[in-house]
T-cell receptor, first 113, second 111 residues
Framework: DTGVSQNPRHKITKRGQNVTFRCDPI?????LYWYRQTLGQGPEFLTY????????KSRLLSDRFSAERPKGSFSTLEIQRTEQGDSAMYLC???????????FGSGTRLTVV | AQSVTQLDSQVPVFEEAPVELRCNYS??????LFWYVQYPNQGLQLLLK??????LVKGINGFEAEFNKSQTSFHLRKPSVHISDTAEYFC?????????FGAGTRLAVHP
């Protein structure tokens, strides 16, 4: 297993466009998390899945953001009508069960111009 | 809700000198604490974690941290740093099913 994979690594988009990111977790990990990291800040929690169920969403996740994990494996994060304030690194992490061994991916850096 | 405060945004240090990166958390009945390192344009790598047991936790790359419940602190230390330790360091606390991170400390090791 090569760890948590995120694609694309970088995305530049024009304001108002929609973007979608993908995260492939470690295969046996049933929990998947999305975080957002802006420049000079620590990661902020966005949402969390256990298998295919989305169990928690941060108030940071506005109605322009939607995340899915349709078969309990990979996950997608979509941002509609992007704004300049959405420019950030989007990190995905996975873990198994109640354990605290979170494995992070390398992230997708989004730049909205 | 849990919160984490990293008291220093930047820590400059000379190579082979000791370093301490400070972290305080909001008190709770039980806490699980973590230190992560992030190199430029990369994800987060776990350095060490405290779940229970001994208050002195040893991690990778020669780092260690001490859990102090009375002071609600979890400071990270290394007795002798290398140029390769230059990176951003994040302290985090578990809050139910997620991690809450501090704002980070940039460690800059100079020759």
């Amino acid at each position: 297993d090569t760890g948590v994979s995120q694609n694309p690594r970088h995305k530049i988009t024009k304001r108002g466009q929609n973007v979608t990111f993908r995260c492939d977790p470690i295969s046996e990990h049933n929990r998947l998390y999305w975080y957002r990291q802006t420049l000079g800040q620590g990661p902020e929690f966005l949402t969390y899945f256990q298998n295919e169920a989305q169990l928690e969403k941060s108030r940071l996740l506005s109605d322009r953001f939607s995340a899915e994990r349709p078969k309990g494996s990979f996950s997608t994060l979509e941002i509609q009508r992007t704004e300049q304030g959405d420019s950030a690194m989007y990190l995905c992490a996975s873990s198994v069960g109640q354990g605290f061994d979170y494995t992070f991916g390398s992230g997708t850096r989004l730049t909205v111009v | 809700a849990q919160s984490v405060t990293q008291l220093d945004s930047q820590v400059p240090v000379f190579e082979e000198a000791p370093v301490e990166l400070r972290c305080n958390y909001s008190s709770s009945v039980s806490v699980y604490l973590f230190w992560y390192v992030q190199y430029p344009n990369q994800g987060l790598q776990l350095l060490l974690k405290y779940l229970s047991g001994s208050t002195l936790v040893k991690g990778i790359n020669g780092f260690e941290a001490e859990f102090n419940k009375s002071q609600t602190s979890f400071h990270l230390r290394k007795p002798s740093v290398h140029i390769s330790d230059t990176a951003e360091y994040f302290c985090a606390v578990n809050d139910y099913n997620k991690l809450i991170f501090g704002a980070g400390t940039r460690l800059a090791v100079h020759p």
